[in-house]
């Protein structure tokens, strides 16, 4: 009998610590699943081409979502991280007459000013994230077209095609620029003043304010860091497509960002920042839309997967969050 | 406050920085100019169609060069064909005189575009030209124009009412006489033998659907060598064409031809196959719209036929609400005869694809 009425509480224990577990380490245990059933049942899976294809694609998703880790780690959301990419891809065309640089330079410019806008409504003005980060969801889309005059355009500049489809020994170079980024990221998040800052706020704001942090500034900094990560994928992103194409480059990159931080560990309500875990979620999803093309089922499949894994993730917080 | 307003300040500034010392890499862009390219060409037979009269309709006469005439467009002019259409309309209208065109956009929002018309209606238009994003819906529009008789022409997409009643005509392509030219074009290019993918169109189109269905009806009834190995949706759009090829290439490498319903996912699949080291013609690739960015391709290989979807419906819009004003009858729906590019005429005619 005595072993039966511990069970009880030992069980409830366990479970607590298992989503925990899944929280933490589930999207790396997914990966490792789905690949062992992509071997299995995918023909030509284990690929040099496949592999980097998967992460050539990845790559903008991955970049775009460190912003986004960084921004729900302050207890926020980027709603405009797609339509910065969008104006940024609306930008470098209207500047390539002048050069590969000032274009990209004004590209990136172009993110750094929706993340000023975002983090000084966030910041000073005190409107919540999710509505501040909404008007340059839907207004910045309509400025990349009003900018690019509507229309898709052609890029035909080699230096600038290069940043999209050569390679550093083997490696393209969005990949690249995704890994050292990894680890630029994870060292601001572990290292420095700022990391460690935007943590405690988003852990608890108002003590961080008591204790003196300067919590404005560090808002404001977090939003330009994300717009210009959106900028640094909608760059890529534009080399990679050799077009600009503002109307449709960046759909939807919102929801994939925030899935991928999510379902990677970074919890909605801040205080924490999982840098790797969110390059795995953004991996798990690319894998997951891979997996569906290459066996021809339909992309609203796709997206179904995905909503499962976004809940079961969502669960697995939740549940950890109990503890 | 003063900083929303600095934000806001910032961000207009920025724009228009943006366009104000705007350096391009080049200035010609496809679609842009020459819309007056190649003109439509009604292709029924007008014996063969029940016609409409004007006195049938029951609209008043007008005259077209003082008289207002109203034109909504469906989607954004954000792709060749769109900004084709609408180039077309407005520079016809410029050339006949008619002083008094209004113009709408519904941003590919159908309650936008349905308010539209009846902002048009509201601002005294006597004939509405309209390039409807959907096929129904649209009989609150239908009555207020009839209670006012208003001819109406349905440009590219049919609405689904009674022709000389409802509305007065349909001027358009036949999808799926499009996806059986495309069918075609793929079976010469394959030689009637090997495995086939498709980029779809949006999903829930039935542009996408007639594509589809023409395409395939004809391959399984004169090509039945050719099997149709993968199908999934490019959106339409060129960077989802272009990633969808990536995976497709990878998983499917016996592929042997790939059918894209719009150019601009066939310049995806280029710039997918390009990447992936292919060389011109190892993947034959046929499409259908007949821009000049995918006609350009031809030559070189990269793609083999493209069916056209003539988008210039200006001239014989005009010339078919004109003849319509006249008392003349008109046939109730005008197929127009699209062209086709392949490597044996790409050359010559690139330049009047738009």
Same mark, same amino acid.
């Given at each position: 009998?005595t072993?039966?009425t511990?069970a #009880? ?5 366990d479970?607590?610590r ?6 933490d380490?589930?999207v790396?245990?997914?990966i490792?699943?789905?690949?062992l059933v $992509? @071997?299995?049942i ?7 081409? $496949? ?5 050539v694609?990845v790559?903008p998703?991955?970049i775009?979502s ?11 959301v980027d709603?405009s991280v797609?339509?910065?990419?969008a ?5 470098i065309?209207?500047y390539?007459?002048?050069?590969v ?6 590209g990136?410019?172009?993110g750094?000013?929706v993340?000023?806008?975002?983090g000084?409504?966030v910041?000073f003005?005190?409107?919540q994230?999710?509505?501040?980060t ?6 910045g889309r309509?400025i990349a +077209? ?7 355009k052609?890029?035909?500049? /080699?230096t !600038?095609?290069?940043l ?8 393209p170079?969005?990949v690249?620029v ?23 706020i988003g852990? *608890? ?5 008591? &204790?003196?942090?300067p919590?404005?500034r ?6 330009v ?7 640094v994928?909608g ?12 109307? &449709?480059?960046?759909?939807l990159?919102?929801l &994939?960002a925030?899935?991928? #931080? ?6 909605l309500n ?5 840098v !790797?875990?969110t390059v795995?979620?953004a991996?798990?999803?690319?894998l997951?839309?891979a997996t569906?093309i290459?066996?021809d089922l ?9 909503a499962v894994?976004i ?8 549940g950890?969050?109990?503890? | 406050?003063t900083?929303r307003v600095?934000a806001?300040?910032f961000?207009a ?5 943006a ?10 862009q496809?679609g842009a100019?020459?819309t007056?390219?190649q003109?439509?060409?009604?292709q029924?037979p007008?014996g063969?169609v029940?016609?409409?009269t004007?006195?049938? %309709?029951?609209?008043h ?7 207002v005439?109203g034109?909504s ?5 954000? *792709?060749?064909f ?6 077309s309309i ?8 008619i002083?008094?065109?209004?113009t709408?956009?519904?941003?590919s929002?159908f309650?936008k575009q349905?308010?539209?018309?009846q902002?048009?209606?509201? /601002?005294?238009?006597q004939? +509405?030209?309209?390039?409807?994003? $959907? ?9 207020q ?8 022409i349905?440009?590219d997409?049919? @609405?689904?009412?009674?022709?000389c009643?409802?509305?007065v005509? %349909?001027?358009g392509s =036949?999808?799926y006489?499009?996806?059986?030219r495309?069918?075609?074009q793929?079976?010469?290019a394959l030689?009637?033998?090997g495995?086939v993918a498709?980029l779809?169109g949006a999903?829930?189109?039935n542009?996408t ?6 395409f395939?009806?004809e391959l399984?009834q004169k090509?039945?060598?050719?099997? @149709? ?5 490019g959106?339409f ?7 969808v ?8 490498? =016996?592929?042997g031809g790939?059918?894209?319903?719009n =150019?601009?996912?066939?310049l995806?699949?280029?710039?997918a ?9 190892? @993947?034959?690739i #046929?499409s259908?719209?007949?821009t000049?960015?995918?006609? &350009?391709?031809?030559p ?7 069916i056209?979807s003539?988008?210039?419906?200006g ?10 004003l006249?008392g003349?009858a008109?046939?109730q ?6 062209r086709?590019y392949?490597?044996s ?5 690139v330049?009047?694809?738009?």
């Amino acid at each position: 009998m005595t072993t039966e009425t511990a069970a #009880v509480p030992a069980s409830r224990f366990d479970r607590a610590r298992l989503l925990a577990w899944l929280q933490d380490y589930g999207v790396y245990a997914a990966i490792a699943a789905l690949i062992l059933v $992509n @071997i299995a049942i995918t023909p030509r899976f284990l690929t040099l081409e $496949n592999l980097r294809t998967q992460l050539v694609q990845v790559a903008p998703v991955v970049i775009v979502s460190f912003g986004m880790a960084l921004v729900i780690g302050t207890e926020g959301v980027d709603l405009s991280v797609g339509s910065v990419m969008a104006l940024t891809t609306a930008l470098i065309p209207l500047y390539l007459g002048y050069g590969v640089v000032p274009a990209v330079v004004a590209g990136l410019l172009g993110g750094v000013a929706v993340g000023l806008v975002n983090g000084s409504l966030v910041a000073f003005v005190g409107v919540q994230p999710i509505v501040a980060t909404l008007a340059l969801f839907v207004g910045g889309r309509g400025i990349a +077209l009003v900018v690019a005059g509507g229309q898709l355009k052609d890029v035909h500049d /080699q230096t !600038l095609l290069d940043l999209g489809s050569s390679s550093l020994a083997g490696i393209p170079l969005p990949v690249v620029v995704a890994a050292v980024l990894t680890v630029v990221v994870m060292a601001v998040v572990r290292r420095t003043t700022f990391g460690r800052r935007l943590v405690a706020i988003g852990g *608890n704001r108002t003590a961080s304010e008591l &204790s003196g942090l300067p919590v404005r500034r560090v808002l404001l900094l977090v939003y330009v860091v994300s717009g210009l990560l959106a900028a640094v994928a909608g760059t890529l992103a534009t080399a990679r497509l050799q077009a600009s194409d503002p109307s &449709s480059l960046g759909l939807l990159m919102e929801l &994939s960002a925030i899935t991928a #931080v999510v379902v990677g560990g970074t919890p909605l309500n801040g205080g924490r920042v999982r840098v !790797l875990g969110t390059v795995a979620g953004a991996l798990l999803i690319q894998l997951v839309r891979a997996t569906l093309i290459k066996h021809d089922l339909a992309d609203s499949i796709a997206q179904m997967v995905q909503a499962v894994i976004i809940l079961a993730a969502v669960y697995a917080a939740r549940g950890a969050g109990r503890r | 406050m003063t900083h929303r307003v600095r934000a806001a300040a910032f961000v207009a500034l920025l724009t228009l920085a943006a366009a104000g010392c705007a350096k391009s890499e080049d200035d010609k862009q496809a679609g842009a100019q020459d819309t007056a390219g190649q003109q439509q060409v009604a292709q029924t037979p007008a014996g063969n169609v029940p016609t409409c009269t004007i006195d049938k %309709f029951g609209a008043h006469k007008f005259d077209l060069k003082s008289g207002v005439v109203g034109f909504s467009q469906s989607e954004k002019e954000a *792709n060749p064909f769109r900004i084709a259409e609408t180039a077309s309309i407005k520079s016809e209208a410029k050339k006949l005189g008619i002083a008094n065109l209004k113009t709408t956009n519904g941003q590919s929002q159908f309650n936008k575009q349905i308010s539209d018309v009846q902002q048009l209606i509201a /601002q005294g238009a006597q004939a +509405l030209v309209i390039a409807p994003l $959907n096929s129904d819906g649209w009989e609150p529009v239908l009555q207020q124009a009839a209670a006012k008789h208003i001819p109406i022409i349905t440009v590219d997409r049919q @609405i689904n009412a009674t022709a000389c009643k409802d509305y007065v005509t %349909f001027i358009g392509s =036949d999808f799926y006489t499009q996806g059986k030219r495309a069918a075609d074009q793929m079976i010469k290019a394959l030689g009637g033998k090997g495995k086939v993918a498709i980029l779809l169109g949006a999903s829930g189109n039935n542009v996408t659907t007639d594509r589809t269905n023409g395409f395939k009806d004809e391959l399984k009834q004169k090509a039945p060598g050719i099997q @149709i190995t993968f199908q999934q949706t490019g959106d339409f759009a060129r960077e989802k064409g272009q990633q969808v090829t990536e995976q497709l290439i990878q998983s499917n490498p =016996d592929v042997g031809g790939l059918y894209a319903e719009n =150019d601009e996912m066939a310049l995806g699949a280029v710039t997918a196959l390009k990447g992936a080291g292919k060389k011109a013609g190892q @993947i034959k690739i #046929v499409s259908v719209d007949g821009t000049r960015n995918a006609v &350009s391709q031809i030559p070189g290989g990269w793609i083999s036929a493209v069916i056209e979807s003539n988008p210039r419906f200006g001239p014989l819009a005009f010339q078919t609400l004109t003849n319509f004003l006249n008392g003349e009858a008109i046939p109730q729906k005008v197929i127009i005869s699209d062209r086709e590019y392949d490597a044996s005429n790409a050359k010559q005619s690139v330049s009047s694809a738009y």
